[in-house]
């Protein structure tokens, strides 16, 4: 299922959202190593896969961020540390066509990542926050949906402390998943 802005045409790229200490912004090619980096630590990859992310995987990634917001009008954003300028993480609205049972045809699909240097500093839930006021004006009503390792303790308080309950437990590339969902009602366009 495609999801169009609520009248307005789609976008073709990341609109930057500001919170007191991050901005999202678009992907940038230059963003490449710190994303490498990102993807190579085992407390990002271990809940993900499993192994780290090689540099090309890194690259088809962010060339995937990007064509998402031409073709779909949402996608991910860039996290960044306003005081330093270094990417921390990224985050985000999908549509991946997952073969995974229950199916998530009809809903958006949300991600994020954040460097462990940033774990428990709260930037997950304060990048999350910014992401879904935007989702639930600009997106209009929708289910959203995110698949976490139930290991996954951290992501899993960051999911539903924003609002997502769990949905169901499945399994996705032979790994045990949690699956939970988060209904956004019409909304007034701002």
């Not at 899993?156 to 969902?181: K, L, S």
Request: glycine fraction near 8%; aromatic fraction near 10%.
């Amino acid at each position: 299922m495609v999801f169009t802005l609520a009248g307005a045409s789609l976008l073709r790229q990341a609109p930057v959202l500001e919170t007191p200490r991050l901005r999202l912004r678009a992907h940038r090619a230059d963003d490449l190593d710190a994303l490498h980096a990102i993807w190579s630590e085992p407390d990002v990859y271990r809940y993900i896969g499993g192994e780290p992310a090689t540099r090309q995987d890194v690259w088809m990634r962010l060339l995937r961020y990007g064509g998402m917001w031409p073709m779909l009008g949402y996608g991910f954003w860039a996290v960044e540390d306003k005081a330093t300028g270094a990417l921390v993480g990224d985050l985000g609205y999908a549509d991946f066509q997952r073969e995974i049972t229950p199916s998530l045809d009809g809903m958006l699909e949300l991600g994020w990542v954040l460097a462990p240097s940033v774990h428990g500093r709260g930037y997950a839930s304060e990048a999350l926050a910014a992401m879904l006021d935007w989702g639930d004006r600009y997106l209009g009503a929708h289910r959203e949906a995110c698949i976490i390792s139930p290991e996954n303790a951290a992501s899993i308080r960051v999911a539903e402390r924003a609002g997502f309950r769990p949905w169901c437990d499945t399994t996705f590339h032979d790994a045990p998943i949690r699956m939970f969902t988060r209904d956004v009602p019409a909304t007034a366009q701002p």
